[in-house]
């Protein structure tokens, strides 16, 4: 005999920093929601982005925390673009289940010649998005690559869930500014992945991806969506970008909002941290990987300083400390 399920109203007090897992049995769907805000703004601090770039970094980091979320063991996400646009390189890196860090690599006057319309996919132009796990207890890695062609975040996670994965995804993310009255304003984040994974495999069927090189006539494999699919999608495409970032509006309430007809369950929240993994020690055993003449070449004014490019912090070493003659040098 099972325990009964409790039954409540939806949580009315919003939770910042965390995701929060749902069931939506009766359509076959499991999801995540997350919200960023006082971790954001860390993740954001001592890098001086210009806003469309802080937007970009924080969309990121509301879809890596995503998609890290359903790892079911401790490791490393790494969501990781290379590309040709003005912000040619954007790293997201999460230590499984709650540490994330992120930073990008941009050309400033780029950036600043871009229209003052948002636009993630003209920030990143083309190249590739990279998804990489790596298991704590295995030195192998798994990677998972979409191209990337000028659209925005959630277009790539879509093609990568239907060429990798092929589960049926839906992924939404939105980035606000806040205003703050008497403070500085802060960025927040928001997301929602829903995924449909029905107890029999052949429902979660899709059609076959387009070869590219069929003769020409050749009928496509299609397979229709499944109904409780659809319905699931259609409801998923009602949730407004001021819905996932609103901070009065906690992420039980936004789920009731999109599920309560068909009922929803909610699972313990997992919190969210800032977090660099870069330590004094750390730093000084990287430098002790390059060779004595590289290591050399490091000193200015007679110091050696490494900036972290995560967290911006910077670390200030004698040379002697890291086996650099002065005398012979």
């Known amino acids: 005999m099972t325990a009964a399920v409790p039954i409540r109203r939806p949580r009315v007090e919003a939770e910042d920093d965390c995701v929060l897992p749902f069931a939506v049995e009766p359509l076959d ?16 601090a001592n890098h001086g982005y210009p806003d469309p770039v802080a937007r970009l970094v924080a969309e990121a980091s509301a879809l890596g925390v995503l998609l890290s979320s359903t790892l079911k063991f401790s490791g490393r996400f790494t969501l990781q673009t290379q590309t040709d646009g003005p912000v040619d390189m954007l790293v997201v890196d999460i230590a499984a289940p709650d540490r994330v860090r992120a930073y990008a690599r941009f050309d400033d006057k780029r950036v600043a010649a871009l229209p003052a319309v948002y636009d993630a996919g003209a920030l990143t132009g083309n190249g590739h998005l990279a998804m990489t796990i790596e298991r704590a207890d295995d030195p192998n890695r798994y990677q998972g690559i979409v191209a990337l062609t000028g659209g925005s975040l959630e277009d790539a996670a879509h093609q990568y869930f239907a060429r990798s994965e092929q589960i049926p995804t839906r992924v939404r993310l939105a980035v606000a500014e806040e205003i703050r009255p008497g403070r500085a304003s802060g960025w927040r984040a928001g997301g929602l992945l829903a995924q449909f994974l029905p107890r029999e495999p052949a429902r979660a069927r899709v059609s076959d991806l387009d070869p590219g090189d069929a003769p020409k006539g050749t009928p496509r494999h299609e397979i229709a969506a499944d109904d409780a699919w659809l319905e699931a999608q259609a409801l998923v495409e009602t949730v407004e970008d001021h819905e996932l970032v609103d901070p009065d509006l906690s992420s039980e309430r936004l789920l009731w909002r999109l599920f309560n007809e068909r009922g929803v369950k909610v699972f313990r929240s997992q919190p969210i941290v800032a977090r660099c993994r870069c330590s004094r020690e750390r730093i000084a055993r990287l430098l002790n990987t390059f060779d004595p003449a590289s290591r050399a070449g490091m000193v200015e004014n007679g110091r050696v300083t490494v900036k972290c490019e995560f967290c911006g912090r910077s670390y200030d070493f004698d040379p002697n400390e890291i086996g650099v003659d002065q005398k012979s040098s």
């Open 29 to 44: 769907v499991r999801g995540r929601v997350v919200r960023l805000g006082p971790a954001l703004d860390e993740l954001l």
